[in-house]
């Protein structure tokens, strides 16, 4: 079976900052790891994916993950937070495409001017 | 805007009644997911329709089914209603490995 653990389900940082959002896997198959993105009231949104093509991985918004199989771990960063990115994120996992996502807990991202 | 509709946004109701939640999946899209988010249990994958054919069942109550038509739109319903099925509820539908979800039906059980 397939799990994400997103450490912290509250993180605050103030404007310019480093974002740094932690996100561990759990999967006995190749992953597929995903960082989606929920603002209130809203659905979700890609940020980025991981497929198995390049370790590091761009998205949207300025934002970056980085697939470590030695460590499950695919944590999402951003060099400048800006007041817009305050929102909830998500990193799900899935074996392979067109399964399930199986979703982390979230974690709350607040900016402070 | 990610293509993909859901409809009502809102639905209010009372405990022991059914309701029904449509979503409509992007142009061309043949897979569609339902997801639950509530508060307790976060996001949870109920079920996944391809092309007309169930493909994989979550966490789904028994008082809950849904279909997809032929037309690729898919209802979910959600019978004899309590007040712990009160949630967000979102479709998505996918080409290959990513998913798109609609903007999700509040329901509010009451």
């Known amino acids: 079976a397939q799990s994400v653990t997103q450490l912290g389900s509250h993180v605050s940082v103030s404007e310019g900052a480093l974002v740094l959002l932690r996100c561990n896997y759990s999967s006995s198959v190749p992953p597929y790891l995903f960082w989606y993105v929920q603002y209130p009231n809203q659905g979700l949104q890609l940020l980025l994916k991981?497929?198995?093509?390049?370790?590091l991985v761009k998205g949207i918004n300025g934002f970056e993950a980085e697939f470590k199989k030695s460590e499950t771990s695919f944590h999402l960063t951003k060099p400048s937070a800006h007041m817009s990115d305050a929102a909830e994120y998500f990193c799900a996992v899935s074996s392979s495409g067109n399964t399930p996502l199986v979703f982390g807990k979230g974690t709350r991202l607040s900016v402070i001017a | 805007d990610s293509g993909v509709t859901q409809t009502p946004k809102h639905l209010i109701t009372a405990t022991g009644q059914r309701v029904t939640l449509r979503c409509s999946p992007r142009s061309g899209d043949l897979s569609v997911y339902w997801y639950q988010q509530s508060l307790d249990q976060g996001l949870q994958f109920l079920i996944h329709?391809?092309?007309?054919?169930?493909?994989a069942k979550g966490n789904i109550l028994e008082r809950f089914s849904a279909q997809q038509f032929p037309d690729l739109h898919s209802e979910l319903n959600l019978s004899s209603l309590e007040l712990g099925d009160s949630a967000l509820y979102f479709c998505a539908s996918s080409v290959e490995h990513e998913q798109f979800f609609g903007p999700g039906t509040r329901l509010t059980v009451l």
């Open positions: 329709y391809y092309n007309g054919e169930e493909r």
């Open positions: 991981y497929t198995s093509a390049a370790t």
